[in-house]
């Protein structure tokens, strides 16, 4: 019977909430590191943007703190390329994911950004009965461990090696400096193979190969803040389900504790869930006191 209700889901048209919020942020990030990685360029011909940054990509990934971590701990510098902006950044976006969960992957990252921009794409293509489920779901589960693979690969690399053998299949790297010489062509290989298959798959690199996204991801079992749902007021529709870009099966539980969980907030009443605070994001003390983030829209169902 709920497979039922799910399946004609697929089909309804439903009121929605826009969280308008969110794109914004997405946009201004996307479009600030687009235009200092522009400026890091220009800078390099003495033609630089004055009241814009043109610090290095490195310079400006939190991710590059991790990559370092091993180093300055045992050496007390950083490992070659890596600032200390990149340090400062790691702890800011891990402490912002000990209070709302993976809230980088989800509204900042500019490489997710894209990952949904070409979801919008496959979902035209598809229809959202097919889009983000041509994988089985038994294989799927186990896909998604690969990218703590990925984050040990990395990590042991980088500390026996002392160089950042990431930023040779580094599609962020890639996404902003596929102009130039410093790209390797593995970085291009990866962000082509990632731009495709984001056309099927909901942010593909995210679910099953981001380093970054792994360790923000662990943040998700003792977060404060976190997705909820309220078992008697919930229509058991599937609409939150459908919705999570990480096919996170949300109707299922009270909390989500996922790893895989991004913050985005879909999933919620202030989004999709056509029941009012029946899924919110909240603490455990003030359950139903949702962070409210919605712009009311109303918009054409799919068929």
Request: proline share 4%; aromatic share 14%; with cysteine.
């Amino acid at each position: 019977m709920q497979a039922k209700v799910k399946t004609s889901l697929f089909n309804k048209r439903f009121f929605r909430k826009n969280i308008w919020i969110r794109r914004v942020v997405q946009f201004f990030f996307f479009a600030l590191i687009a235009l200092i990685a522009v400026n890091h360029t220009l800078a390099e011909t003495g033609q630089s943007i004055p009241f814009l940054s043109s610090a290095s990509l490195h310079a400006l990934c939190p991710f590059g703190g991790v990559e370092t971590l091993y180093a300055y701990l045992t050496t007390g510098s950083f490992v070659q390329k890596i600032h200390e902006s990149s340090f400062i950044l790691m702890i800011i976006s891990l402490l912002t994911a000990l209070l709302f969960g993976p809230v980088f992957c989800g509204w900042v990252c500019p490489l997710g950004t894209v990952q949904e921009w070409f979801a919008s794409i496959g979902r035209k293509l598809f229809k959202r009965r097919r889009y983000n489920h041509f994988i089985p779901a038994k294989i799927d589960r186990w896909l998604r461990f690969l990218r703590y693979g990925v984050l040990i690969w990395v990590l042991y690399m980088t500390a026996t090696t002392g160089k950042l053998i990431f930023a040779d299949v580094d599609p962020y790297f890639a996404l902003f400096n596929f102009w130039s010489s410093e790209v390797a062509v593995g970085g291009l290989i990866v962000l082509g193979a990632i731009l495709l298959a984001s056309l099927f798959v909901e942010r593909p690199w995210c679910k099953y190969a981001c380093p970054y996204g792994a360790v923000l991801g662990l943040t998700n079992l003792v977060r404060i803040f976190s997705i909820r749902r309220t078992a008697s007021t919930c229509r058991m529709d599937g609409a939150c389900d459908i919705t999570c870009p990480m096919n996170i099966n949300v109707s299922a539980k009270s909390v989500v504790r996922d790893h895989q969980c991004i913050s985005c907030l879909e999933c919620t009443s202030e989004a999709h869930c056509p029941v009012a605070g029946t899924v919110t994001f909240s603490t455990a003390r003030i359950p139903g006191k949702s962070i409210s983030f919605a712009k009311p829209q109303i918009i054409a169902g799919e068929k």
